[in-house]
């Protein structure tokens, strides 16, 4: 059985993977093992994605999957469902830039790989990323941007961090389609990724665990 | 100006070779055209906001660049900014964010995604798309016209003899209110009409012609970033395929509508259609050749047999796709390529349509001289070989240094000359 809604997932078949899990709940199967079972599914997935067998649509509709059955099956865990994490990442699109498709894989390939990450959504200003940072004790900051004009974005908002005494506390990834080492030195990032499997060994490197 | 040469004369010998490019004949030298976006503004010094209040400013920075750069096309600043801003702030316009409004003076506008078309919609869209359209969309995306979503069902004035009582749904006061504000509107968007059909004329006379001053879209990316948004399109492709095909094929003859009669008016044969959600990550090939291309295919072939050069704007990476976007009649259409690889769609592509592009808009931006000018020699002697090709940069001209795009045109006239 559980093979059978590894492969639903995987595989994209959404009804199957739903018919599954309300019959797995109804064999009275504990619901922590159901949310395993997906998330070793979306490895399969995020391999996928890497070998570029899969594309933005297949990660957004496996999410979106994943989302259904997370809320079929909450309500019925009898106990914590953390799940053991690498690392914690605060990540977001700088201010001035509305984009997030790129962001959104980012998280999504972190999450999947082990990471828990807190997602800022679009325009964030620079002090958010402090505040969060400080608040989740976070090791790892991504900041997103698409248009040029988020480079200007990026380094202020890094000048930020460096006023708040937070930069020797953390490692900073910036990322986007535009995105080179020249921009990279200019904002004063750590490092950079035009993907988001360069988003996920970066923090496996930086969390020291390759 | 020129020597000896007319400005009639300049233009018709631009339009020519353009024309021989498109053809796949060989021109008297490349063609050269920068495509410019902000950098109009960037260049003479106005901000993005004011290029979209001031319509004046804004068609004097396009006329002084394009004088001063004298490009074989320039680029209609109608495909930069699609609607101004006054206009844009009297409906109160929701899936855009412009300067001034949502982002800062200095930037230019960004696209706010949305499921402005929810999935449950289809139906009534493809059922009849005018009246949703007019009740449910626009209410939606234009702040201002939500009051129209109380009008009645559009097609109960077929009953003639009593139709004409369904106008007094006009006469509610909110209703009343948006038509007055969509007249004002209407009124301020013949005022920046008339400059631009003014600026456009002046360059004409003086010489230049525009890339293009229609716009149509592919069927898929109507539906995606217009009504559905990215991640609901993304989702429709496994969950309602079928309606996302129709609702496709229902847009597909407006989208050809409205590019065939705009580059009419305008005398200008080629149509701009900038692709969005069709590139090499966004979908698998199947998907590309199920979802995207069977619409597109049709959008283009349909704007060929009325005469017209479509010009596809092919954002992000196709490099995958070529083949399959081989099948079209040759000689009729423009493929500007922005990340993929043109060496290899000049071999893949070479002998079916023109090819535009080439020169990275970084390079523009962080390169000199000297490097744009390597850059374009290769181009010139790779892809430029036996015509074919529109020297270009890859994306829109936001930013660039000048003297970079100075390189880029001047050496192109110089070193882009056959025979």
């Known amino acids: 059985m559980a093979e059978d809604l590894v492969k ?62 997370t809320a079929i099956v909450k309500p019925k865990l009898t106990r914590a469902t953390e799940f053991e994490r690498l690392g914690k990442v605060v990540i977001g699109t700088v201010a001035g830039d509305i984009h997030d498709i790129g962001k959104n894989i980012v998280t999504f390939m972190l999450d999947i790989n082990g990471f828990e990450v807190y997602d800022l959504g ?81 923090a496996k490197e930086w969390m020291g665990n390759k | 100006m020129i020597a000896g040469k007319t400005p009639e004369e300049l ?48 068609a004097m920075a396009v006329k002084k660049t394009v004088i001063d750069f004298q490009p074989d096309m320039y680029t209609s600043p109608r495909m930069i900014l699609l609607a101004p801003g006054p206009v844009l702030d009297m409906v109160d316009f929701k899936q855009i964010k412009w300067p001034g409004h949502g982002v800062s003076p200095n930037h230019s506008f960004q696209f706010v995604e949305g499921e402005y078309m929810k999935a449950e919609e289809y139906d009534a869209f ?45 006469a509610r006061p909110e209703v009343a209110n948006a038509l007055e504000t969509l007249s004002k509107a209407g009124a301020e968007s013949l005022r920046w009409r008339s400059i631009m059909d003014s600026l456009q004329e002046e360059l004409t006379g003086m010489g230049f012609p525009s890339c293009a001053q229609s716009i149509a879209v592919a069927p898929y990316d109507v539906i995606g970033d217009f009504l559905r948004g990215t991640r ?14 129709e609702a496709s094929e229902k847009v597909l003859p407006m989208q050809l509508q409205a590019g065939v009669f705009i580059a009419k008016r305008s005398g200008n044969p080629r149509v701009y259609i900038p692709l969005h959600k069709g590139a090499d990550g966004f979908m698998s090939l199947e998907q590309f050749k199920t979802f995207y291309w069977p619409t597109l295919k049709k959008l283009i072939t349909g704007l060929i047999d009325e005469g017209l050069t479509p010009w596809l704007f092919i954002e992000g990476d196709y490099t995958s796709r070529l083949e399959t976007i081989r099948d079209i009649p040759k000689g009729k259409a423009i493929y500007h390529f922005e990340l993929t690889d043109l060496f290899k769609a000049k071999e893949i592509l070479g002998d079916v349509v023109c090819i535009r592009g080439g020169v990275p808009n970084s390079l523009l931006c962080t390169g000199t001289p000297q490097e744009v000018k390597d850059c374009c020699k290769k181009l010139i002697d790779v892809v430029g070989r036996g015509g074919g090709f529109i020297m270009d940069s890859g994306a829109v001209i936001d930013e660039a240094k000048p003297e970079n795009i100075k390189a880029m045109v001047d050496f192109t006239k110089e070193y882009g000359v056959y025979g």
């Open chain 1, 8 to 69: 639903a997932i995987a595989d994209l078949h959404e009804e199957e993977a739903l018919r599954i899990v309300e019959e797995r709940l109804s064999a009275g199967e504990d619901a922590f093992k159901i949310l395993a079972d997906s998330r070793n599914a979306m490895e399969i997935v995020g391999k996928r994605f890497e070998n570029r067998e899969y594309f933005v649509p297949d990660l957004v509709y496996s999410g979106e999957i994943l989302q259904e059955i």
């Open chain 2, 232 to 245: 609901g399109v993304m989702l429709d492709m496994y969950r309602r395929p079928d309606k996302l095909i």
């Open chain 2, 11 to 58: 233009f018709q010998e631009r339009s020519k070779r353009v024309e021989d490019a498109v053809q796949l004949k060989v021109p008297d030298r490349v063609p050269v055209a920068p495509n410019f976006g902000f950098f109009y503004a960037k260049y003479t010094g106005i901000t993005p906001e004011e290029a979209h209040y001031d319509y004046d400013k804004w």
């Open chain 2, 126 to 170: 493809i059922e009849d798309p005018s009246d949703y359209i007019i009740r449910t969309y626009l209410p939606r995306i234009y702040g201002a016209l939500e009051p129209l979503k109380m009008l009645p069902p559009l097609r109960s004035m077929m009953v003639g003899y009593a139709a004409v009582h369904l106008t007094a749904a006009l």
């Open chain 1, 122 to 202: 679009i325009d964030v200003p620079a002090q958010k990323f402090v505040e969060k940072t400080e608040e989740t004790q976070a090791k790892i900051i991504g900041l997103s941007g698409l248009l040029t004009l988020a480079f200007e974005s990026m380094k202020e908002t890094i000048e930020v961090i460096k006023d708040s005494g937070l930069r020797d506390k953390v490692k900073i990834m910036i990322g986007g389609g535009q995105i080179n080492d020249e921009v990279r030195k200019y904002t004063g990032a750590d490092a950079y990724g035009t993907d988001a499997m360069r988003a996920v060994s970066l």
